[in-house]
C-alpha cells in the first residue's frame, strides 16, 4: 500500500520531481502511517469505525485517564502498520497536564525510526 508524502512541519502534500504528489517510502512511510494511526479517533473513519483510539469516550474529558491506557493504545496503533514488529511509546506528562513523547519503533527488515507525537 503506498502513501502520500505529507510534509513534516505542515502535514500537507508534496510534489516530486517531476509534478507528482510525492510518495512516502521506506521507514518515513511506516512513520508517518504511526502518526496517522496514534492521531486517528475512534468512529472518525467512514469505512472502519472500530478503528483508531477511543479518545473521546476513554482518554479526553475523563478526569485522570491512566497514562499506562494511553501507552497500550498508542502502541497498539504503532503495530497495526505493516511491517512495524515493535513499538515503543515514551510518555511524559508535565505539571500543566501537557503530554509530550514520541514512539521508538523497529521494521521487520530491521530499521528503526522515531515518531514525536
Same mark, same amino acid.
Given at each position: 500500500?503506498? /502513501?502520500?508524502? +505529507?510534509?513534516? @512541519?505542515?502535514?500537507? !502534500? #508534496?510534489?516530486?520531481?517531476?509534478?507528482?504528489?510525492?510518495? *512516502?517510502? $521506506?521507514?518515513?512511510?511506516?512513520?508517518?502511517?504511526?502518526?496517522?494511526?496514534?492521531?486517528?479517533?475512534?468512529?472518525?473513519?467512514?469505512?472502519?469505525?472500530?478503528?483508531?483510539?477511543?479518545?473521546? /469516550?476513554?482518554? +479526553?474529558?475523563? @478526569?485522570?485517564?491512566? !497514562? #499506562?491506557?494511553?501507552?497500550?493504545?498508542?502502541?497498539?496503533? *504503532?503495530? $497495526?502498520?505493516?511491517?512495524?514488529?515493535?513499538?515503543?511509546?515514551?510518555?511524559?506528562?508535565?505539571?500543566?497536564?501537557?503530554?509530550?513523547?514520541?514512539?521508538?519503533?523497529?521494521?521487520?527488515?530491521?530499521?528503526?525510526?522515531?515518531?514525536?507525537?
Amino acid at each position: 500500500m503506498k /502513501t502520500l508524502f +505529507l510534509m513534516p @512541519g505542515s502535514w500537507d !502534500l #508534496a510534489i516530486d520531481a517531476r509534478g507528482n504528489i510525492a510518495i *512516502a517510502e $521506506s521507514t518515513y512511510q511506516q512513520a508517518q502511517d504511526i502518526a496517522s494511526a496514534c492521531r486517528t479517533i475512534q468512529k472518525d473513519l467512514y469505512f472502519n469505525q472500530s478503528e483508531g483510539i477511543p479518545y473521546l /469516550t476513554q482518554i +479526553l474529558g475523563n @478526569g485522570r485517564y491512566p !497514562l #499506562a491506557l494511553y501507552r497500550k493504545y498508542l502502541q497498539d496503533a *504503532a503495530l $497495526s502498520v505493516p511491517g512495524v514488529v515493535s513499538a515503543l511509546p515514551e510518555l511524559q506528562l508535565d505539571n500543566d497536564r501537557i503530554l509530550r513523547g514520541q514512539i521508538k519503533f523497529t521494521t521487520s527488515d530491521n530499521q528503526t525510526g522515531v515518531v514525536g507525537l
